[in-house]
């Protein structure tokens, strides 16, 4: 079992950038495809991005494609979001999951979950 822990929210102008970082606990980290979603008040959690196990292939969904950019480290057990240009549309509480198969866009094909993280950005 995997435990995921999300960093770098927080509330941010219009236009800016953030990095998200998602730490796993395992050293088998490179054996799980990783995912990024999230979910805005009185809304369905959505899919942001994915990456494969070895980083080699990334997916994202078209709201956010030329703006962010998933990618891992997995010499440090870890995923990164990096969002430039945001918008208001992209606040919502982010998680990062985990699924040893399936990298994809559906969420309830992942397994393990982090808390999540909080992005705000103002308009």
């Known amino acids: 079992q995997v435990q995921l822990v999300e960093s770098g929210g927080g509330l941010v102008q219009a236009g800016g950038s953030l990095r998200l970082s998602c730490a796993a606990s395992?050293?088998?980290?490179?054996?799980?495809?990783m995912g990024w979603f999230r979910q805005a008040p009185q809304k369905e959690r959505e899919f942001v991005a994915a990456v494969t196990r070895s980083g080699g292939t990334t997916y994202y969904a078209d709201s956010v494609k030329g703006r962010f950019s998933i990618s891992r480290d997995n010499a440090k057990n870890t995923v990164y979001l990096q969002m430039n240009s945001l918008k208001p549309e992209d606040t919502a509480i982010y998680y990062c999951?985990?699924?040893?198969?399936?990298?994809?866009?559906?969420?309830?094909?992942?397994?393990?979950w982090g808390q999540g993280t909080q992005v705000t950005v103002s308009s």
């Open positions: 999951a985990a699924d040893t198969f399936y990298t994809g866009t559906e969420s309830w094909r992942y397994d393990y």
């Open positions: 395992q050293r088998t980290f490179r054996n799980y495809a």
